[in-house]
C-alpha cells in the first residue's frame, strides 16, 4: 500500500489556498448580504465584490469596470462567443476563426453556431501545437466577426502568439477573443498589450473554488447580456453575485500574480527537470512546444502504453496525473488537441499529462520519474 501522494493535476483543478480560504470565510459566516440590497450588509457585499473587480483589473491591466464575474470559465467561453457571433450577426457577418485545439466550451459552441448558419474556420497547429497570425490573416474574410484562439492549451501547455494575434484582428475590425484560462498565473496577462476584447479565465485553476471565473470584456465592446433577469453587473450578467467565491477569485489572482516571474522560473525549472528524466524512457515523445509552454506543463506519449493503464498505476503508486483536458475523461477517442498535432490514434491514446503546482517538490519530481518509468516498463512488457 503506498504512503506517499503527489498531486500533479493542476490543469484539472488546483486545491483552494491558504489565503483565498481565509479571505471567502468571513464572507460566507458574517457578510453575507446580497449585493443588490440598499442596506448597510448589502452594501458590504457590493464594496467586496468591488475589491475584488479591483484585484482583477490589476492582474489583467484592464480596468475594474471591464471584468464581469461568471460561474468558470465555460460560462465566459460561451458568453464570449455566442454573444460575439449574435453581434457580428446584426452586422451581416457570420465568419468565425478559431483552432482545432481549443476548448470543448469553445469548440462546442462553435458547433452550435454552425448550426445557426455560422461559418466557423478551425485552424490546424502545427506539430508543436503552435498557431500563427499568419494562418489567421489567411483565414479572415469580409464578413469575418470573432477569432478565438486560446492564450495557452490546457493540454499539451503550448503558448500562442496573442499579441501578434489580436493587433491583426484589431487591424481588420474583427472582435478577438482568448481563453486565458491556464495561461493566468503563469504566464503575464496584460489585456492591452494583448490586444483582446475578450478574455475568459477561471478561479479554480488558480487556488481558488470551483464555480467562479470573470470575462474581461474591453470598454466599447457592446457585447450583448448572455443572462437575463436582474439588473446585476450593470446589466450584462444577471443573478445574485456568489460574493465569497468572487472574494476567493479576486484573492487568487493578487496572489499568482505577485511574483509570477519567480513563480514561472521555479516551477519551468521543475519541469524541464521532469521532460530530462521522462525522456530517457524509451519510445517517450514530448508533446507541445519545448520551450514556448506553459512553466509547470508536461505532456509526453509513450509509444506502445496504454494511457489508461498508465494512469492506474501511478494512482496506485500515489500520483495524481490524467491524459488528457478533465473534462473530457471517460471518453475513448484520442485527445483531439493531440488528433490535430499530427499524433496518430495510439501515441494519442498513450499521453500522459503531469501538470506541477506550488506544492511541487524536486524530490516529488524524482518520484514521478521513477514510477512512470517502472510503469511504462510494465505495460510495455505485457
Given at each position: ?8 493535476d ?20 458574517e ?12 452594501r ?24 464581469y ?22 452586422q ?12 470543448h ?47 495557452a492549451?490546457?493540454e ?26 491556464q495561461?493566468?498565473?503563469?504566464i503575464p ?6 490586444n ?17 471565473g470573470?470575462?474581461y ?32 477569485l479576486?484573492q ?17 525549472k521543475?519541469?524541464?527537470?521532469l ?8 519510445s ?6 519545448p ?9 509526453i ?25 478533465a473534462?473530457a ?9 493531440l488528433?490535430?498535432?499530427?499524433l ?11 501538470t ?6 524536486e ?18 512488457g505485457?
Amino acid at each position: 500500500m503506498q504512503d506517499r501522494f503527489i498531486y500533479a493535476d493542476n490543469a484539472a483543478t488546483t486545491k483552494v489556498s491558504k489565503s483565498v480560504l481565509e479571505a471567502m470565510l468571513p464572507v460566507l459566516a458574517e457578510q453575507y448580504g446580497n449585493p443588490s440590497s440598499a442596506h448597510k450588509m448589502g452594501r458590504e457585499a457590493s464594496r467586496l465584490i468591488l475589491a475584488a473587480a479591483q484585484q482583477a483589473a490589476s492582474a489583467l491591466g484592464c480596468k475594474p469596470n471591464e471584468i464581469y464575474f461568471t460561474s468558470g470559465g465555460t460560462e465566459s467561453d460561451n458568453w464570449a462567443l455566442r454573444s460575439a457571433a449574435r453581434l457580428g450577426s446584426e452586422q451581416g457577418k457570420r465568419h468565425i476563426v478559431t483552432t482545432m485545439i481549443e476548448h470543448h466550451a469553445v469548440l462546442k459552441c462553435c458547433g452550435e453556431l454552425e448550426k445557426q448558419g455560422f461559418e466557423v474556420t478551425y485552424l490546424r497547429p502545427d506539430a508543436q501545437g503552435r498557431i500563427t497570425a499568419g494562418q489567421v490573416e489567411a483565414a479572415l474574410r469580409e464578413d469575418s466577426c470573432l477569432v478565438s484562439v486560446m492564450a495557452a492549451n490546457n493540454e499539451v501547455g503550448t503558448i500562442q502568439p496573442v499579441a501578434e494575434i489580436g493587433a491583426l484582428c484589431r487591424s481588420r475590425g474583427v472582435l478577438f477573443h482568448t481563453d486565458a484560462v491556464q495561461a493566468v498565473g503563469s504566464i503575464p496577462i496584460d489585456t492591452a498589450a494583448m490586444n483582446v476584447d475578450m478574455l475568459s479565465l477561471s478561479g479554480h485553476k488558480i487556488h481558488a473554488p470551483k464555480g467562479v471565473g470573470a470575462l474581461y470584456i474591453r470598454s466599447g465592446v457592446a457585447l450583448p447580456p448572455f443572462m437575463l433577469g436582474g439588473e446585476q453587473q450593470r446589466g450584462r450578467r444577471a443573478g445574485t453575485e456568489n460574493t465569497a467565491g468572487i472574494v476567493g477569485l479576486g484573492q487568487a489572482l493578487a496572489d499568482v500574480t505577485s511574483d509570477i516571474g519567480g513563480r514561472s522560473a521555479r516551477l519551468a525549472k521543475l519541469r524541464d527537470r521532469l521532460i530530462s528524466g521522462l525522456m530517457e524512457i524509451p519510445s517517450a515523445r514530448l508533446n507541445g512546444h519545448p520551450s514556448e509552454r506553459l512553466c509547470g506543463n508536461v505532456n509526453i506519449s509513450l509509444d506502445g502504453v496504454d494511457g489508461e493503464s498508465l494512469l492506474l498505476m501511478l494512482d496506485a503508486a500515489g500520483i495524481c496525473a490524467s491524459s488528457g483536458a478533465a473534462c473530457a475523461s471517460g471518453s475513448l477517442e484520442p485527445s483531439h488537441v493531440l488528433t490535430a498535432m499530427g499524433l496518430n490514434g495510439q501515441l494519442a491514446r498513450g499521453s500522459l499529462r503531469l501538470t506541477l503546482g506550488d506544492d511541487t517538490t524536486e524530490d516529488d519530481v524524482q518520484y514521478i520519474i521513477e514510477k512512470v518509468a517502472a510503469a511504462a516498463a510494465r505495460i510495455g512488457g505485457l
